[in-house]
């Protein structure tokens, strides 16, 4: 497969002006868009619209160049927060079958797939990770891909919001905070992936694991929870030898805020120049013992801005500051997404 790669800024959640460009001027054809993973300027929590109006706009884009049903067929991950140095922008993924003049190399391929919608007490449990590791195992075959080639897994996940429950339900979930929902949501997905790659064993995973034992996880899950939602949605990016793409994926684990070698490590193994770099996509959580290097931080304790956010302002920083752009992706909950206090980031570069 042929894979591309295009990275647009926006000037607000509904600026598709960077896409209508690309579309006039015949660099990328709107049919084979099969996936747009974007960051927007919300606050990133349950009540952040912003995420559900930039897919309902790129939805509302594309439904008039390529018709309704091949616009919902495109999976659509919006990760809200733009805090700190962070720009706002999309990342738009085509396929398109390989040119038969074109001899394969080691390259990007991409698979993508879906779970069914999740009930309100199912979310946070091991029945969202057996079906996460079900529709992942299904997007590496989409993709032609090996697990051990797999590089990052991107996913959208739902939480609970209270306006989908009732009294009855309340006893069944698996928390009725929708914030904590959040994190339940994505650290269930996130060992879905763990168990889809070999990670981490089924037959060993209870349900007091999840957002618990956090030496289970995977180092190439990245999963962002949403009210837009009640499914998820799911990117798996890779390298294979027969893709015909003109770009490369590597990756590496943070083990913590403030590990830049991670970061010039998966920049390192897609063997190009920083120069060549398209995007970099990071997860970021403040360490839930409190301490980062040693010392103390108050992420935790503070009252007035969530954790999530105040860590995706410093991992955007750390990233950015490596490849000297702001417009980098950078998602906040890292829960069983690589090592507590860590996370998985991943480096796309055009050969």
Not at 287 to 294: A, K, M
Request: net charge negative; with cysteine; hydrophobic share 40%.
């Amino acid at each position: 497969m042929k894979v591309n790669v295009f990275k647009i800024a926006q000037t607000s959640p509904d600026d598709l002006s960077g896409l209508e460009h690309l579309i006039q001027t015949q660099a990328l054809e709107p049919t084979t868009i099969v996936a747009i993973l974007g960051k927007t300027e919300g606050n990133g929590c349950v009540n952040d619209f912003t995420r559900g109006f930039a897919t309902q706009t790129c939805k509302h884009y594309l439904t008039a160049h390529i018709g309704k049903d091949r616009a919902e067929q495109i999976i659509y991950v919006m990760s809200g927060g733009t805090e700190g140095v962070l720009s706002p922008h999309l990342t738009l993924f085509t396929r398109q079958p390989s040119p038969a003049d074109v001899a394969p190399h080691w390259g990007l391929v991409l698979g993508t797939s879906r779970t069914k919608d999740f009930l309100p007490a199912e979310i946070g449990t091991l029945t969202m990770v057996d079906a996460v590791e079900k529709a992942v195992r299904a997007a590496i075959t989409d993709a032609q891909l090996t697990p051990q080639d797999v590089h990052f897994v991107q996913i959208k996940c739902p939480l609970i919001a209270s306006s989908r429950t009732g009294l009855q339900d309340s006893q069944q979930l698996r928390t009725q905070d929708s914030y904590k929902s959040m994190a339940y949501s994505r650290g269930a997905s996130a060992l879905g992936v763990a168990v889809a790659l070999g990670e981490v064993d089924r037959h060993r995973l209870k349900a007091s694991d999840i957002c618990a034992n956090y030496a289970l996880y995977s180092s190439v899950a990245s999963t962002s929870a949403g009210i837009e939602l009640q499914n998820c949605e799911i990117i798996v990016l890779g390298n294979g030898a027969t893709s015909t793409s003109g770009f490369v994926i590597g990756h590496s684990v943070m083990a913590h805020g403030l590990d830049v070698a991670a970061v010039h490590q998966a920049i390192a193994h897609t063997q190009q120049p920083l120069a060549q770099i398209v995007n970099v996509f990071a997860k970021a959580e403040a360490d839930p013992s409190g301490r980062i290097l040693g010392r103390r931080h108050t992420m935790l304790d503070d009252s007035d801005i969530n954790h999530t956010r105040m860590a995706r302002a410093v991992v955007g920083a750390v990233v950015a500051s490596v490849v000297q752009d702001p417009m980098v992706y950078v998602s906040g909950g890292a829960e069983h997404q690589g090592p507590a206090g860590g996370g998985p980031v991943a480096a796309i570069a055009a050969l």
